[in-house]
Structures are given as structure tokens and as C-alpha cells.
């Protein structure tokens, strides 16, 4: 279990492991009853390592969490999976946000009544400038297809599905959850009895969320996305009980038409048996292969097929001829694209030091990135000086320092002796 000596003002870890030892009957206990972060001390990295000293063939997992950091979350994720123990996640309360996505790490996923699950796109603050923006935007847009890729995986359905119903700020109560795949049931279950998951079940600060929880949330628009793609059944997980190789050493056995108890040599001396019968069979065998086609045989069946028979030079000098059609015509489309983008720059609608930016949208869209163009305002960017400064040609330099404090300064004494 997680212990830390506070001091006072000082948070509690948000999350605490009960029943952990061996000896304990039932399943071991963990609880994840507040926000998700490494700040107050308590980090992914150490949630792991006492997860991997509990030895329990089951663990509860309870959950209520607003969520938290993302890379905290996926690794709690990943590391409730990779347990040999049977996982049964329950969500007390509210698994919102990142906390939604650990619970997905559970072999049964469980609603207790009146508790909420909410799904949303990833959040991030940045500071900086254009390109600190683009690459803020870019790892967010990474994060989304990841966490809609572990709804999908879940419930079913598609990354798109799911990152529409991110988009929207989803929140289900417990029978919508079950009812969009992301549980498995929904049960009504005693609150955990440990006095520091009663104090932590308290109602948290919703407001950086768009609404305050399923109450003020619509429906959800998501009508059943995993019908579309049925959900895969859960494949056999070893998790240390049954050997793999005693099952595959009784398969190999059965094939051999042996004892299933045989030992590994026997196993080995049945198999290269049958394999050099297998070898005999095929050298003593009388068959003759058949004749290779001719070559009007070969054209006459191109021909119904629609091909045709053409020398191996006259192939090649159509495909370099194509080729060099191709590399000539993306250059015509290049100075064709330069002369729209050059035109543009010289009306003053964009900027001579985005040219490459405009030149790689019309690569990419050449039809719509052109009306954009054309669209543009000209003269928003200036193509002269829009002013300039001169001392008068005569007379004496104006006083620009008048608006200082006229009153005399002590003067300096750097330099005296």
C-alpha cells in the first residue's frame, strides 16, 4: 500500500492499495479516488511498482477521478493489463476524462449505480509561438487518435466514431455506459469502507470541463457505435497457470497420432518420421508435371483476359517514356503553382516568407487552396516603406526630452578620486 508522511496542508496520494498480501482472502483493493498527477509526488512510476508487489490472482480497481495527466494515464493503463491478475474495474462515482481510459484496463468493466463515465478530446496548455502552437496541436491530435483507438478497441466501432464522440464532450450515466460498450454492467455496490476513500469521494471542480457533469450535459449522440464494428472476443490470456508448451506439446501429440503423454524426444523422433515419409511420397511419386504452354497458347489466354504480349525494350521504353510525362508534367504544375503564389505576394496578400507554406498547400489541395488565394484581400501586406523619419533641414534639433523632470540631478561622482 502507497504510505507518505504528510505534512499539514500537504494532499494525500491519490490512490491507495488495500488486501494486497497473499494470505488475504477475496481480491486485492486499489483505489484511484482523485485527481491523476505526478505534482503532489505520488507518480505513475510509483503506482506501477507497487502494482507489480501485489501477488492476488484478482484486484478491484475503484475509480472516481476527474482525470488527469494523459502519460500517467496510459501508463496505469498499461500496466493494470499487463498483470496476470484478473482486473475488475468498478467506477464508484466518476471516471471522467483520462480515468475513463484506465478503466478500460479492466477484464469486466462495472457501473455502480448513479455513477458517470465521461469521454472527451485531450487538453494542453502552451506557451509560445506559431510553431510551439503546430506542435502542441500536433501531439494532441496524436493523443486523440490513441485514446479513441483503446475506446474502439473496447466497445468497438472506429477511431473516427469514437473521435467524434470525444469531440463532443460525451458523458453517460451507468446505462448508457453499458448500452455504448464502454462497461460491462451496472451494479449497485456498498461504498468502500476505508476512511480515506470516503473522504476523497467528495464532488470535484467540474468547471474546467464545457458541462458540470451528465446533468447539465446532453444526451449522448453516440446511438450504439459499437453495432458497427462487432467487438472482438477477448482472447485466452495465460496468466501463469497452464504452460503453454505442455498444450502445445498435447496438440502436436494428438497430430502425430501418439501418446498425449509423451515425453519431448518421442514427440521429436514421431515428427521427422513423418516428414521423411512425407519426402518419400513426393520422390516416388509417377506424375507427370504438365507441359509448359506455348506461346500462342499464353497470348491466346492474355488476349481473353485483356492483356496483350509486347517486346520486354518496347515495355520499358513506354514506361520511361510515361515516367518522364509524369516528372514534366509535376514541374509544369510546380511553375504553375510558383506564378499563382509569386502573383499573390505581389498584390500584397500574403507574405513573401510564407511562399513555401502557400506552395506545399496547393501540392496538397491545388483547386481549393487557389480560391483561397483569390480570395484574398490585396494590399494587407504592405509592398513600401509605409513611412520614414528626418531630422528638419534647418533651424536647431526640437527638444524630444522635454516631458522629462526638469529638476537638476545631483551630479555623478564615477570617475573621482
Known amino acids: 500500500m502507497v504510505t507518505k508522511n504528510l ?15 497473499k494470505t488475504d482472502d477475496g481480491p486485492a483493493e486499489l ?13 505513475a512510476e510509483q503506482f506501477a511498482r507497487d502494482l507489480s508487489a501485489i501477488d492476488n490472482d484478482a484486484i478491484t480497481v475503484r475509480i472516481n477521478s476527474p482525470g488527469g495527466s494523459v502519460f500517467d494515464g496510459i ?13 475488475t474495474v468498478v467506477v ?16 469486466e468493466i462495472v457501473m455502480n449505480r448513479n455513477s458517470q463515465l465521461m469521454v472527451h478530446n485531450a487538453w494542453a496548455v502552451c506557451v509560445g509561438d506559431a510553431r510551439a502552437m503546430e506542435k502542441s496541436a500536433a501531439r494532441l491530435a496524436q493523443h486523440n487518435s490513441n485514446i479513441a483507438q483503446i475506446y474502439a478497441d473496447r466497445a468497438g466501432g ?25 462497461a460491462d454492467r451496472v451494479v449497485e455496490l456498498p461504498e468502500p469502507d476505508s476512511k480515506s476513500a470516503a473522504a476523497r469521494a467528495s464532488v470535484f471542480d467540474l468547471s474546467a470541463f464545457r458541462y458540470a457533469g451528465r446533468q447539465s450535459a446532453p444526451a449522448p449522440r453516440i446511438p450504439l457505435v459499437h453495432n458497427k464494428t462487432p467487438r472482438p472476443e477477448k482472447g485466452e490470456v495465460n496468466r501463469g497457470k497452464e504452460p503453454i508448451v505442455a498444450t502445445l506439446n498435447e496438440g502436436l501429440a494428438k497430430l502425430l497420432g501418439i501418446d498425449a503423454d509423451a515425453d519431448d524426444e518421442t514427440i521429436l523422433s514421431a515428427a521427422a518420421e513423418a516428414l521423411e515419409e512425407r519426402a ?16 500462342e497458347q499464353a497470348t491466346a489466354a492474355l488476349a481473353k483476359a485483356g492483356m496483350t504480349v509486347v517486346e520486354r ?8 517514356a510515361a515516367q518522364a510525362g509524369a516528372e514534366a508534367r509535376a514541374q509544369q504544375l510546380r511553375e504553375g503553382d510558383e506564378r499563382v503564389v509569386d502573383q499573390a505576394i505581389a498584390e500584397g496578400k500574403v507574405a513573401p516568407a510564407r511562399r513555401e507554406h502557400h506552395l506545399q498547400a496547393l501540392a496538397a489541395d491545388r483547386e481549393g487552396h487557389t480560391a483561397v488565394l483569390a480570395a484574398l484581400a490585396p494590399g494587407v501586406v504592405p509592398l513600401a516603406e509605409t513611412g520614414h523619419s528626418t531630422q528638419p533641414a ?18 555623478s561622482s564615477e570617475g573621482k578620486e
Do not use: K
Open 7 to 21: 505534512t499539514a496542508g500537504q494532499r494525500p496520494p491519490w490512490y491507495s492499495i488495500r488486501n494486497a498480501a
Open 31 to 43: 483505489l484511484i479516488y482523485d485527481e491523476i498527477d505526478s505534482w503532489y509526488g505520488i507518480s
Open 75 to 87: 501508463a496505469i493503463l498499461n500496466a493494470l493489463r499487463d498483470h496476470p491478475a484478473t482486473v
Open 92 to 107: 464508484d462515482s466518476l471516471a471522467a476524462s483520462i480515468a475513463s481510459v484506465i478503466a478500460m484496463a479492466g477484464d
Open 158 to 182: 472506429t477511431v473516427e466514431d469514437w473521435l467524434d464522440v470525444m469531440a463532443e464532450e460525451t458523458w453517460l450515466l451507468a446505462d448508457e455506459a453499458v448500452e455504448a460498450g464502454l
Open 280 to 295: 518419400d511420397d513426393g520422390q516416388e511419386s509417377d506424375e507427370t508435371p504438365p507441359a509448359a504452354p506455348t506461346l
Open 313 to 320: 525494350a518496347q515495355y520499358e521504353a513506354t514506361v520511361a
Open 394 to 411: 534647418d533651424g536647431p534639433v526640437p527638444n524630444d526630452l522635454s516631458w522629462f523632470d526638469s529638476a537638476p540631478t545631483a551630479p
